[in-house]
């Protein structure tokens, strides 16, 4: 079985400039989840949606978006970037129940 | 908002030791409480979890133990091994059906030393 899978790998992107990041979760799973990991830190929830529908929502500002399509996959979507969202950007899939299953994430440069 | 301390940042213990990681909460409906493991450029990996209705749980080496009273939880590591070394992360969530919102801590660095 395949795993939760990201693309790209790496990116690097200018300030202003925007950004779309994609997941495939895993066969099965209805779950989505958006992660920041920054340096150092451990990873800080941006987005979770379930069968299409945004369930929840971090604390991140409204440059900030996302989606999930019928077939379970989702995009992030951030706008105007700035130095500070670069980061490790990781996605995760479950199905029912908090059991959460990381992709190999997106290195997210921004210059 | 929920918030997950964990301590300590960094722990070095010797190959063979016992390695112990602590974690709070705050949220006193937080119910489901996993552990990541991640390597050096590599994604977390759920390594073990325990939910609110036991207070104990034991996997080989890796044992966890949840205490709600006082809303703090535990990692346990025995017979530690080189491989062992990684950055470890203790999160805690409210498990309702479809609502995944997962809060991390801010993660131990575990070193192994031969």
């Known amino acids: 079985d395949a795993g939760v899978t990201q693309s790209p790998t790496h990116l690097i992107k200018t300030r202003g400039q925007h950004v779309t990041l994609r997941c495939s979760p895993i066969?099965?799973?209805?779950?989505v989840s958006w992660y920041q990991q920054v340096l150092g830190q451990g990873p800080q929830f941006i987005f979770q949606?379930?069968?299409?529908?945004?369930?929840g929502r971090g604390n991140f500002p409204d440059r900030f978006s996302a989606r999930q399509f019928p077939n379970y996959s989702s995009e992030l979507n951030v706008n105007a970037l700035l130095l500070g969202d670069s980061a490790l950007y990781l996605c995760?899939?479950?199905?029912?129940?908090?059991?959460?299953?990381f992709g190999p994430g997106t290195r997210l440069t921004v210059t | 908002g929920e918030n997950v301390e964990q301590h300590p940042s960094t722990l070095s213990v010797q190959e063979g030791d016992s390695a112990v990681i602590k974690c709070t909460y705050s949220?006193?409906?937080?119910?489901?409480f996993p552990w990541y493991k991640q390597e050096l450029g590599k994604r977390p990996q759920l390594i073990i979890d325990i939910r609110s209705n036991v207070g104990e749980k034991k996997d080989q080496r890796i044992a966890v133990t949840l205490n709600k009273t006082a809303k703090h939880f535990s990692l346990h590591i025995t017979e530690t091994q080189p491989e062992d070394s990684a950055v470890y992360f203790c999160?805690?969530?409210?498990?309702?059906?479809?609502?995944?919102?997962?809060?991390f801590g801010p993660g131990t660095s575990l070193s192994v030393i031969p």
């Open positions: 949606y379930y069968e299409k529908e945004e369930r």
């Open positions: 066969s099965g799973h209805k779950s």
């Open positions: 949220d006193s409906a937080s119910n489901y």
């Open positions: 999160a805690a969530s409210k498990e309702e059906t479809s609502y995944d919102k997962v809060i």
């Open positions: 995760a899939s479950s199905s029912q129940g908090n059991e959460q299953y």
